[in-house]
């Protein structure tokens, strides 16, 4: 039985707790021919009360040394005066900085059981399955000059710039691409071309990438300005979008409320393709945060973090046939009405965090 190494960082608040339910997952897939040797350490304000530190270094090395990292949440109210460089969020940051994970993966799948639980009409987002690929270590966030100078009138003048290198566009397409290639083979390109110069470099490169390396994909440019209209408009036109930091911070936040709420969110960061073994590094994690307002009573929804652990299957490990089981059996559940409190039905009773792992695991076995 081939093993793959899984770390697992649970964190703060409600972070072990829907990591928790990933481990019965795991435990479930060890069961049924999938074997994953697993190991667990700390991060964010957890591993500052251990180490003085939001990620130790001995974690650092086994999360290099893992073949994909689940990291729950971090942070949390316990922890708000601690210095800055060594805030509960500095352990994600230093991760996906170490880890070089430069691709930001975020599906927005609205199950047919909980459409009526978006903010749009049912018929608009049942059914969606869309992807969006953001770009994660460049563009604005980090472009230099990033300051606030103070001018001779002393008023003052603050400057982010926005930067995108022909090799950072490439790659992060290259990644849409691959994508696309394992679903509808659709890419629509979002940046802001008629305004902005690195829009212009970003549409360039990304065509002529699908003329040499694309072109058994449909590609479409859109401005990320109608990418938003048309997020709300009609969703269902998209497949993948892969855009910058800046825009893809922003309409992957706008995708994920089409689904409803937040602990039904997955995502995956990914890094360079490693040229001998063909494979990532990656760390998979909810959207959400360690929601310190249910933390510790067991109301958590654990779906986003079970479905970051499908997209595990899927990305990093190939293993396509699991993660649609896995993703089957969440669909299920969630159509037989086991739920937690942020996304059951009106009128209905709640199922704790639990409760909702516990039934995965036992539809796992109904349908294997
Ligand atoms: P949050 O995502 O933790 O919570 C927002 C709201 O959504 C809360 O009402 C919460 O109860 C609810 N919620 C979140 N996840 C849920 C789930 N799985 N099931 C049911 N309800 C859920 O965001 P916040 O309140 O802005 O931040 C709380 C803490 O989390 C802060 O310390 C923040 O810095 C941190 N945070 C961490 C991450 C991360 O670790 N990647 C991301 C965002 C926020």
Known sequence: MATHKLLLLPGDGIGPEVMREVEKIVGWFAKNGVGFETETDLVGGSAYDAHGAAISEAAMVRAQDADAVLFGAVGGPKWDGVPYAVRPEAGLLRLRKDLGLFANLRPAIC???????????????????IMIVRELTGGVYFGEPKEIVTLEDGSQRAVDTQLYTTAEIERITRVAFDLARKRRNKVSSAEKSNVMKSGVLWRQIVSRLHKAEGSDLQLEHVLADNCAMQLVRNPKQFDVIVTDNLFGDILSDIAAMLTGSLGMLPSASLGAEDPKSGTRKALYEPVHGSAPDIAGKGLANPIAMIGSFGMALRYSFGLVEAADLLE?????????????????????????????????????????
């Open 111 to 129: 199950y047919p059981a909980l459409a009526d639980a978006s903010s749009l009409k049912r018929e608009v987002v049942e059914g969606l399955d």
């Open 328 to 368: 089957k059996a969440i669909a299920n559940v969630l159509a037989s009405g086991t739920r937690t409190k942020d996304i059951a039905a009106p009128g209905a009773n709640a199922v704790g965090t639990q409760d909702v792992g516990d039934a995965i695991v036992k539809e796992l076995s109904a349908l294997s």
